[in-house]
């Protein structure tokens, strides 16, 4: 066999390989790269050419990978994710920052914990920078497994896949619920007969917050709540709350200032408890910066006893 890499083998075309993995689609891909079919096609076949082998065949009208296929998907993959990584390194070097770190998170993660979090990081570690991209959790372990950041912190749905990922427990978060001051609707405790009969605010069925959510309320015994908004945003919820639209079970870390300023009133749940784990992900064979470890090591041990960390003032 030739060496792939010494021709025109370019990590283009590995890209668009993957990207066919993906979609299990030459004209998905092409949709989405706005470039005409044969030109995918033509990255696919020239792949097959020097590597000899088979990278797909057709199940209906999916393109499904060979077992050859499956083992260059995956070398592909990790050299598209080593490069971006490499890349990365070395525009930070250009620039001259002594330590960086791109660092993915899910919303409530990002809004609440991290700024306070990073912030009592980069006073003991001020020659370097740091960069939160805020996303949704399946995104930021995409994120992680493509090199385009260098760990993730979010919430995990079970099902998710974490193949070739590092999962590690942080901190478990638990969902409270609040009312507006002047809701009359429910007073400082509810059971869960009354809290099936609340009006609720909550985020979209899509989210791994609602799935959360709803697990948990099932393993309850509630199954017909009245969800009668729905947001994106923790912090659109909370202000429809406010609003007098309903109800809603939020993150604990999202809501402290608003239950320390009065602005909301928690409602005790005694005989609900809804606890969700917050995990630290980063790609198996990952070689991390100095800045890097320290980062990872700080978030690591902000959490004291499960519990998500405090809100840091300064010193």
């Known amino acids: 066999m030739e060496r792939v890499l010494a021709s025109q083998a370019t990590l283009h075309k590995l890209e668009v390989f993957c990207l066919v993995c ?39 009208r999916r393109l499904v990978l060979t077992l050859a296929g499956e083992r260059v998907h995956k070398w592909a993959s990790d050299i598209i994710t080593r490069t971006h990584e490499l890349e990365r390194e070395l525009d930070l070097a250009i620039d001259g920052e002594l330590g960086s770190a791109v660092v993915a998170a899910s919303m409530t993660v990002a809004s609440y914990v991290l700024p306070p979090l990073f912030t009592a990081f980069r006073r003991l570690n001020p020659n370097g920078g740091i960069t939160v991209q805020v996303s949704n959790p399946q995104l930021v372990t995409a994120a992680v497994r493509d090199g385009t950041c260098d760990f993730g912190v979010c919430m995990l749905d079970p099902r998710h896949d974490v193949d070739g990922l590092n999962v590690e427990r942080l901190w478990t978060e638990r969902l409270v619920l609040v009312a507006a001051r002047d809701d009359s609707s429910v007073g400082d405790g509810a059971t869960p007969q009354e809290i099936e009969a609340l009006p609720f605010v909550s985020s979209p069925r899509n989210q791994v917050r609602r799935e959360a959510e709803e697990d948990g309320l099932h393993a309850h015994g509630i199954v017909n709540r009245r969800v009668l908004l729905e947001f994106g945003h923790p912090e659109a919820i909370k202000q429809a709350v406010r609003s007098g639209a309903g109800v809603a079970f939020v993150m604990e870390t999202s809501v402290r200032d608003e239950l320390a300023r009065g602005l909301l009133r928690r409602v005790a749940t005694p005989e609900i408890d809804l606890p969700v784990p917050v995990f630290l992900v980063h790609r198996r064979g990952k070689s991390f910066s100095g800045f890097q470890a320290r980062l990872v090591d700080f978030v690591r041990t902000a959490a004291v006893d499960d519990h998500p960390p405090s809100i840091l003032t300064p010193a």
Not at 52 to 60: M, T
């Open 22 to 60: 993906e979609l299990q689609s030459v004209t998905r891909v092409a949709e989405r790269m706005r470039v005409a079919q044969p030109v995918v096609t033509a990255h696919l076949r020239f792949l097959e050419e020097k590597l000899g082998v088979r990278l797909f065949e057709r199940s209906g």
